[in-house]
């Protein structure tokens, strides 16, 4: 089971796209379609919206679809792309990676298995040119079903004709990737530090690369979970598959952090968020040198993490990571901080180390748990991640089995 792209482009056999669609429901899997311009001039959009229950995607630059980069998004979704009928001109793209359509956007950005189903007449499907593309495309890991033979909608008898709907549908199935452990999970990560203005030109800030935060944030993805990246200032290129809302203070993060909350399986806060913010907020205008000293009034900012503790209450979601950069005592003071904010693991990390912590490109940390510790060697950000996020996933299993046993403890005996 799983969700299917399914690529339909402008060939006679479009029509049959629609039996395909059938029969991968049947199979338990979800289908979305995307349309070519031509293939609309072959079947209607609606047939297939009807039946996908799923908007039909047919243009790249439709008006909201980059806000969410949408070929992006779903590239990262899907568990197979699928193109059925394959025209002889979109397998030329795909072949020479033009990215002209959402189609062939979509083929580049994607990592699930791609299979291909050509549909042609029969000289176009044995001209070297068609037939060195789809061996390219072979050779880059596509399946391409082979078409049948028999009377072609052009009058001509050979192969060409669109392969059966039965094997189109075993191919793909034979080929859906794997669910990843995070399939279907939402998982916020804040990262970076949080800038406090002073004045139009100054502000408090602290080291946080960020880099820890990304590097959460892209293996969460890269399991496929849906990632919303609440990032500080801190210019690090967004991970591929994550949606990143960007701020400045401590205040744009509390106010974003909450609202994603609601809907996450999981919030990770990794920013460094500052304690404290000018107490009355940034001068409207440059502060000028007038005396020898200055004093700068302060004020506590919400602490986000107590904040998403209290908020979650005796709920089980969403589960809740937060960090401790500490200079003594480290797992003592992640251990108080763990329970004063209610959250359920502290990743500690010494930051008088030069090798760990704030702008390092390596790390070493103790996970901090109501049940026990755990050291996690010096190593890259993205090992570091790799450990976090295999503790998550395991939070997030010990929580779906109890809520099973629960439910069965409830059930009418
Ligand atoms: N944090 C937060 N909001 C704040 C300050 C911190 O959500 N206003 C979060 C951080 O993202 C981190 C955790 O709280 O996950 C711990 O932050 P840290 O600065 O180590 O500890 P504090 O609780 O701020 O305590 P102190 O600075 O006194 O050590």
């Known amino acids: 089971m799983g969700l299917i792209a399914l690529g339909v482009t402008g060939g006679i056999g479009a029509y049959k796209a629609v039996e395909i669609v059938r029969r991968l429901q049947q199979g338990g899997h979800d289908v979305v379609t995307i349309m070519t311009p031509n293939a609309r001039r072959f079947v209607g959009r609606l ?10 995607i047919v243009d790249q630059f439709a008006p909201g679809a980059n806000a969410a980069v949408e070929h992006v998004s779903l590239a990262t979704d899907i568990q197979a792309l699928l193109v059925a009928p394959a025209t002889a001109n979109t397998i030329g793209k795909l072949a020479h990676g033009i990215a002209d359509d ?19 007449n029969t000289n176009m499907y044995e001209h070297p040119a068609v037939a060195g593309n789809l061996q390219a495309l072979r050779a880059r890991g596509a399946h391409v079903v082979a078409p049948g033979e028999g009377y072609l909608a052009c009058g001509w008898t ?33 990262a970076g530090p949080t800038c406090e203005d002073l004045d139009p030109v100054r502000f408090v800030g602290n080291r946080s690369s960020g880099r820890m935060g990304f590097a959460l944030a892209a293996e969460a993805a890269g399991r496929g979970a849906r990632v919303v990246l609440v990032a500080g200032p801190c210019g690090l290129e967004p991970p591929s598959g994550t949606e990143v809302v960007s701020v400045r203070s401590a205040a744009d993060m509390h106010a974003a952090v909450m609202r994603g909350a609601v809907e996450a399986d999981a919030v990770i806060m990794a920013a460094a968020v500052a304690d404290y913010t000018p ?27 107590a904040a998403l503790g209290r908020w979650r209450g005796g709920r089980r979601l969403p589960v809740l990571i937060g960090f401790a950069a500490e200079t003594r005592d480290v797992v003592a003071r992640a251990r108080a901080k763990l ?25 070493a940390a103790t996970l901090v748990a109501p049940g026990g510790t755990t050291d996690v060697p010096l190593q890259s950000k993205r090992g570091v991640a790799r450990v976090i996020i295999d503790r998550l996933q395991g939070m997030l299993v010990e929580r779906d089995t109890a809520d099973a046993v629960r439910t069965a403890d409830h059930e009418p005996s």
């Open 102 to 120: 959402f189609l062939t956007s979509l083929y580049l950005v994607t990592r699930a298995p791609v299979v291909i189903a050509p549909a042609m």
């Open 279 to 305: 107490g009355d907020g940034p001068r409207p205008q440059k502060i000028v040198k007038e005396s020898e000293t200055i004093t700068l009034t302060l004020a506590r900012t919400t602490d986000i993490l």
């Open 47 to 56: 047939t297939f919206e009807a039946i996908t229950r799923r908007p039909v």
């Open 339 to 363: 329970e004063a904010k209610r959250v359920d693991l502290i990743v500690a990390n010494d930051v008088s180390r030069s090798d760990a912590g704030f702008g390092a490109e390596t790390n």
């Open 158 to 190: 050979g192969p060409g004709r669109l392969a059966s709907v039965e094997d189109v549908a075993a191919a793909v199935e034979g080929r859906l990737r794997p669910a990843a452990g995070l399939d279907g999970r939402r998982v916020l990560v804040s």
